[in-house]
């Protein structure tokens, strides 16, 4: 894909989309176009996690492993969302596994080329954080609202 | 009260059960075929809620769940739940139980025309809601676009799946449906209800919410729709208590000031906002 096209496309998406051209420029040198087939996986838990998702079509599902009641799906990630914090804070391993639930085409972002650029440019960096720090924050109310099983049976 | 039908709302009138629908594991549907004392059909609003009478057991208030419209058979979805819920439960065609009703205030259907209507339902909170779409499909050049968010805690818990997948297929209505946690065999949204906030853009002037589910399901979405710009008189919830005369005479139900089964079920937010939140009531 051309690097304009790229450019485009990222242009439009939420997370990116009020980001000065010169920060999209040095997100783009760290991204690659990802396509994975259904049922596949993105990522397993406890493995380095090096990079985040940009997700475009598909959806992927977080899984853990529960003992004996085997695999539980979650939190479904779908397009226009962002998957996949760890690459940020160390020590930099998936908490979960990730399945792709149909085929889905993503951007991924190498997480230490990002690091890298967020270290040496602490503007870029603080413009990671605090858009990660919206998601972490999403992520955190929702997890609190699915602790409450809501829906239990009394 | 629709006082056509029952003379005395403390006496109920005798309902044959025309079918039972499980639903789920614990979950059913009753339609019964209400009699009236002077051949005059049943009629109730969207949100209103019947109390059933299981005999020698007791009573309980069941929201109805059908279309308004079709007045021979209404539907009432049950969770089974304490004793009156087993006893109605155990209970198949052709048998007959006590229905007290209608009773409450219901959604706002009729006043809410022309405008964008988003239902966001949790768990059995869909059975309220379901007389409403029925509603706004029988009048759909009427009303803007219409969104339904339903979530419930696994896919076996969700309600009404075959509607569910019949309403998904429509154009004028965006249906998003999401569960707590699966297994790998459910391929839609996983996460909670509030989380399908992300998919849909609401036009913020121009929207009415109506939310049913758990009380703090409830709260969570109301703190959404006011992040993303709902006034809050155009939010609408049906809330739950222990309703035992159904009139506003016992007391059972007293919410604050307001007696759910009088005043409600179904409050404009703005009427019951200063003291939803309320530890002590």
Redesign the interface.
Known sequence: MRTRDLTEILRHHPFISDLSDHYLQTLLSCVTNVRFKEGSYLFREGEEAGSFYLIRTG?V???IHAGER???????I?P??VLGWSWLISPYRWQFDA?A??DVRAFAFDGKCLRTKCETDHDFGYEMLRRFSHILEQHL??TR??L??????? | MNSEVCIDPMIPLPARIQRVVWETDDTFTLLVEPKSENGKRFQFSPGQFNMLYAFGIGESAISISSDPLKQNAIAHTIHRLGFVTSELSRLRRGNFIGLRGPFGNGWPVDRVKGMDICIVAGGIGIAPLRPVLYSIFHNRKEYGRIFLLYGARTPLDLLYRVELEQWSKLSDINVLVTVDHSDSSWKGHIGVVTNLFSYITLNTLHTIAMVCGPEIMMKFTIRELQQRGIPLEQIYLSLERNMKCGIGLCGHCQFGPKFVCKDGPVFAYTQVSHFFEKREI
């Open positions: 959806r599902a977080l899984e085997g695999t539980i799906r979650v939190q479904t779908s226009g969302e399945c639930v149909g109310k929702a609202l699915q409450l099983d809501v829906y239990k049976r009394q």
